[in-house]
């Protein structure tokens, strides 16, 4: 009874992984069309990624208008008056007229760019047009809050898609690229 599970000639059982004496699986090559899908799919999605970045480039370098009046500083009229040199019988009324004035938005419109929500833009809810008209037409709005417990938010649309987005003080900071000016949303 033994020698019935012994090989032949004592030879020993070579093992496949489809078990004892059956013979390995033949090896499938990838067809012409296949090699030919993926070759055309990677240069494709190269120059997807090169377009990305170009876009990106162009957008950041751009001057733009509403770039240059959100920027603008003007003095105080505090600062002013301490740069005038003053009689000493007008400094009296000086004092009286610096009480201090509610703060005024600075802008009702933000142009691409970085803003600290609570310092920079208020906290509220915005609306833009979508992406701006271009050669990479893609609006991405971002934040970066600065808790733990808050998520980051991420919107982005094309040219003719309206974003909605809600901001807190918890976002942190918010960075549009490439948007229509958000507006607050009335």
């Not at 600290?116 to 609006?139: H, N, R």
């Amino acid at each position: 009874m033994s020698n019935q599970y012994q090989q032949p000639y004592g030879q020993p059982h070579q093992t496949y992984p489809g078990g004892p004496g059956y013979p390995p699986p033949p090896k499938r090559k990838m067809s012409g069309g296949a090699i030919v899908a993926i070759v055309i799919g990677s240069v494709l999605g190269g120059l997807f990624l090169l377009l990305l970045i170009i876009g990106f480039a162009v957008s950041d370098d751009s001057p733009s208008e509403d770039k240059a009046s959100a920027l603008e500083v003007t003095a105080s009229p505090s600062e002013l008056a301490a740069d005038a040199p003053a009689k000493p019988a007008e400094k009296a009324p000086e004092k009286e007229a610096e009480k201090p004035k509610p703060a005024e938005p600075k802008t009702t419109e933000y142009p691409s760019g970085d803003y600290i929500v609570g310092e920079d833009i208020p906290a509220g809810t915005y609306t833009s047009a979508g992406a701006e008209k271009g050669i990479f037409e893609l609006c991405t709005i971002t934040t970066e809050p600065t808790g733990d417990t808050t998520m980051p938010k991420i919107k982005t649309s094309n040219a003719d898609e309206r974003i909605i987005i809600t901001l807190e003080k918890a976002d942190g900071v918010v960075s549009i690229s490439g948007c229509e000016p958000l507006k607050p949303r009335s």
